[in-house]
């Protein structure tokens, strides 16, 4: 059974650190390009990063640029979000998605999501 399940979401100050991770099961992340996406309540859905499979180029939203950091270990079948200098507006729930090769839409895959909170 093909699933994504992301982790490290959880509620830290402004300015703080979180890790967010997806992990694979069901089919190897060799082959995939994976997005980082996230929605805040009420609005819709963007992306936030994503890296591809072929040669590991990487892409981020302007407003995250110089604090997020994606990342992939293949051995491990997960990909990571380092998202650092968090500000209140980074606050969403974050999910993670698969497609072949590149980084663009649709996704076939998609995890079931994980809040981020960022409060003082």
């Known amino acids: 059974q093909v699933q994504l399940v992301e982790s490290g979401g959880g509620l830290v100050q402004p300015g703080g650190s979180l890790r967010l991770s997806c992990a694979a099961s069901?089919?190897?992340?060799?082959?995939?390009?994976i997005g980082w996406f996230r929605q805040a309540p009420g609005k819709e859905r963007e992306g936030v990063s994503c890296?591809?499979?072929?040669?590991?180029?990487?892409y981020y939203a302007d407003s995250v640029k110089g604090r997020f950091t994606i990342s992939r270990d293949n051995a491990k079948n997960t990909v990571y979000l380092q998202m650092n200098s968090l500000k209140p507006e980074d606050t969403a729930v974050y999910y993670c998605?698969?497609?072949?090769?590149?980084?663009?839409?649709?996704?076939?895959?998609w995890g079931q999501g994980t809040q981020v909170t960022v409060s003082s």
């Open positions: 069901g089919f190897t992340l060799d082959y995939y390009a």
């Open positions: 998605a698969a497609r072949l090769g590149i980084c663009v839409l649709p996704y076939d895959y």
């Open positions: 890296i591809s499979s072929s040669d590991g180029s990487t």
